[in-house]
């Protein structure tokens, strides 16, 4: 893969997918909200002679052509598009009954609405030349019903079911829905604050099981 555009790439595990990506030679983009940590974790990988580049965006909000655009005159058409960036909405984490209308909004817009607007926007060129690959982080939110994980879960189990309808509706591209596992993340950690990292998986070590998998030729869901 030559280029590739990660959302959610300032931190964690998106950060490290962008850094096992470069090394192997593919010029990233890196799309997150905060523009302090992304210009970090941009030069971070440019201090290694890697081909990086930084996006600041709000993918719940951005509009996907312009965003799409802005990548493609960094690094050229995409063949990698992987959809990292999420939410887990309000913490600590809520009842559904407790959970209003606007947080729902907030967390179906950056974990699934965001992952339908710019696949939409990338699969066309995509189709046209018959080849590109489109990753979605999971959870296993998305299949088990924990409770107070309502939002975060609805919204995962849409995104799986998402890439499934995407891919019978375009099989010439390959569309794979990785869930990651518990890792050691800030995300993790807002939403269960007395988990002990020392048994939670690193998000490199979890990038380099993806990035098999990318190599192996995996689609359709499966577990990292």
Same mark, same amino acid.
């Given at each position: 893969m030559n280029t590739a555009l990660i959302t959610g790439a300032s931190q964690g595990l998106g950060r490290e997918l962008a850094r096992g990506l470069a090394r192997r030679g593919t010029k990233v983009v890196l799309v997150a909200r905060g523009r302090a940590a992304l210009?970090?974790?941009?030069d971070?990988?440019?201090?290694?002679?890697?081909?990086?580049? @930084?996006?600041?965006? !709000?993918? @719940?909000?951005? !509009?996907?052509a312009r965003l799409l655009g802005q990548a493609a005159a960094l690094v050229g058409s995409l063949d990698l598009l992987v959809h990292n960036a999420s939410t887990l @909405?309000?913490?600590?984490?809520?009842?559904?009954?407790d959970t209003d209308e606007e947080a729902l909004q907030r967390v179906l817009d950056v974990n699934l609405l965001a992952p339908f607007r710019l696949t939409r926007a990338a699969a066309g060129a995509m189709a046209l030349r018959g080849a590109g690959t489109v990753l979605f982080v999971s959870s296993d939110a998305a299949i088990e019903a924990y409770p107070t994980w309502g939002a975060y879960s609805v919204s995962k189990a849409a995104a799986d079911h998402l890439a499934r309808v995407w891919a019978e509706?375009?099989?010439?591209?390959?569309?794979?829905?990785v869930d990651p596992g518990e890792m050691d993340t800030a995300m993790h950690a807002a939403a269960l604050p007395d988990a002990d990292p020392a048994r939670l998986a690193r998000p490199r070590d979890v990038a380099a099981?993806?990035?098999t998998l990318l190599d192996s030729g995996a689609r359709g869901r499966v577990a990292a």
């Amino acid at each position: 893969m030559n280029t590739a555009l990660i959302t959610g790439a300032s931190q964690g595990l998106g950060r490290e997918l962008a850094r096992g990506l470069a090394r192997r030679g593919t010029k990233v983009v890196l799309v997150a909200r905060g523009r302090a940590a992304l210009t970090e974790a941009v030069d971070e990988l440019r201090s290694e002679g890697l081909q990086a580049h @930084g996006i600041t965006a !709000d993918v @719940g909000q951005v !509009d996907p052509a312009r965003l799409l655009g802005q990548a493609a005159a960094l690094v050229g058409s995409l063949d990698l598009l992987v959809h990292n960036a999420s939410t887990l @909405g309000p913490t600590p984490l809520r009842t559904l009954l407790d959970t209003d209308e606007e947080a729902l909004q907030r967390v179906l817009d950056v974990n699934l609405l965001a992952p339908f607007r710019l696949t939409r926007a990338a699969a066309g060129a995509m189709a046209l030349r018959g080849a590109g690959t489109v990753l979605f982080v999971s959870s296993d939110a998305a299949i088990e019903a924990y409770p107070t994980w309502g939002a975060y879960s609805v919204s995962k189990a849409a995104a799986d079911h998402l890439a499934r309808v995407w891919a019978e509706e375009l099989p010439a591209l390959r569309f794979l829905a990785v869930d990651p596992g518990e890792m050691d993340t800030a995300m993790h950690a807002a939403a269960l604050p007395d988990a002990d990292p020392a048994r939670l998986a690193r998000p490199r070590d979890v990038a380099a099981r993806i990035l098999t998998l990318l190599d192996s030729g995996a689609r359709g869901r499966v577990a990292a």
